[in-house]
């Protein structure tokens, strides 16, 4: 199986690495010297091109099916638009308009699509309710995906991430310290946000759905900063309510409407497709981190 990975970056390197390991053809696509340099490190093919502009995707050989993982750089939303929508339309349109096109398009989105579910269960049935113009561009980039995809003849898949964490991105001493704000974490490993990807193009799964990418198991804040002060042998550090944060004053209008969400994801359908999860909870997922820690010199 041939696949390019459009903004191949900390989860497309993993997903890289991955197939490659399995004999299957990568191409990492990124526009930065450095990017394609992080590529060429991990092992597989590097091409420059940029999502926003189609002519750059004429240097990307033909594949069997496209992930698009691109990011915006946390910028605004007008920006986000601009790569999400506009880069993965693009894109959509140029592999569909190639003599040889790939069958499938694999787009990686985000849970905060859902928007506040009250601390309750979402599954892939349950309706979108963006709560910020970052995540409406979400929504609409699925749109994109399920739509406009089939109609330019690719079948077009949602991976619907939880908050990613792995290596380098645990932000393990900000909960040790403290003050953590309650709620709902809802995280998936870096190696299975990966690997849930390469399962579905391997397995031939999920062809025109949304799948839950999460592990088995969200945790309150509070409980897992607790957990890990424990496992580090470290004090529990100081808690806040949700209404003591925004007491503060000093949050953006993002961060505050993202601390006024709180919903538990369910990976049932992504369980019953048959991926076997590297990191079921956050308990393996953390403990390479905790060791490291615990090991530090005095």
């Known amino acids: 199986m041939n696949v390019v990975i459009l903004g191949c970056g900390y989860v ?7 197939l490659a390991a399995e004999d299957h053809r990568a191409v990492g696509v990124r526009r930065s010297e450095s990017g394609l340099d992080a590529i060429e490190e991990a092992g597989f093919e590097a091409v420059r091109a940029d999502v926003t502009d189609g002519e750059t995707l004429a240097a990307v050989p033909d594949v069997d099916a496209v992930v698009f993982a691109a990011s915006s750089g946390g910028r605004d939303a007008e920006a986000a638009r601009e790569v999400y929508v506009e880069g993965l339309r693009t894109a959509v349109e140029h592999f569909g308009a190639r003599e040889n096109p790939p069958e499938r398009l694999v787009y990686t989105s985000s849970t905060g699509v859902y928007g506040d579910h009250g601390g309750d269960w979402v599954d892939e049935e349950t309706p979108l309710s963006p709560e910020t113009d970052k995540t409406e561009v979400l929504a609409e980039a699925e749109r994109v995906a399920l739509e406009e995809a089939p109609e330019n003849g690719l079948d077009g898949t949602v991976a619907r991430f939880a908050g990613i964490y792995g290596p380098g991105r645990t932000r ?28 579905l193009l391997e397995q031939d799964l ?23 002060a424990d496992e580090c ?66």
Not at 12 to 18: A, N, S, T, V
Request: aromatic content about 10%; overall charge negative.
């Open 12 to 18: 497309g390197l993993e997903l890289g690495r991955q």
């Open 172 to 199: 393990l001493e900000r909960y040790l310290e403290g003050p953590v704000t309650e709620g709902y974490l809802n995280m998936i490993h870096r190696d299975d946000a990966a690997g849930a990807v390469r399962f």
């Open 206 to 228: 999920a062809r025109g759905e949304v799948v839950l990418v999460a592990d088995d198991e969200p945790v309150s804040r509070w409980a897992f900063a607790d957990w890990l």
């Open 233 to 298: 042998n470290r004090e529990r550090p100081p808690k806040q309510t949700v209404e003591e944060r925004l007491d503060a004053d000093d949050l953006s209008e993002r961060a505050r409407r993202r601390l006024l969400t709180s919903k538990r994801c369910s990976n049932e359908k992504l369980r019953s497709l048959g991926y076997d999860f590297n990191y079921p909870t956050y308990r393996e997922g953390y403990r390479p981190e905790i060791e490291a820690y615990r090991n530090q010199p005095e």
